[in-house]
């Protein structure tokens, strides 16, 4: 995330569309929230 000029803390929106467009938010999700296995 610090390509995108993120601090620990911030808020990041994720979208998404078609058809399985709320796994792949959950799992976008789970891997921000999970530090990338780098935390």
Same mark, same amino acid.
Request: charged share 25%; no cysteine; proline share 3%.
């Given at each position: 995330?610090? *390509?995108? @000029?993120?601090?620990? @803390?911030?808020? %990041?929106?994720?979208? +998404?569309? @078609?058809?399985? +467009?709320?796994?792949? %938010? @959950?799992?976008? +999700?789970?891997? %921000?929230? *999970? ?5």
């Amino acid at each position: 995330m610090m *390509s995108l @000029g993120l601090d620990r @803390g911030d808020e %990041v929106v994720l979208t +998404a569309t @078609g058809p399985q +467009a709320e796994e792949a %938010v @959950g799992r976008l +999700a789970a891997l %921000v929230e *999970s530090g990338f296995g780098e935390v």
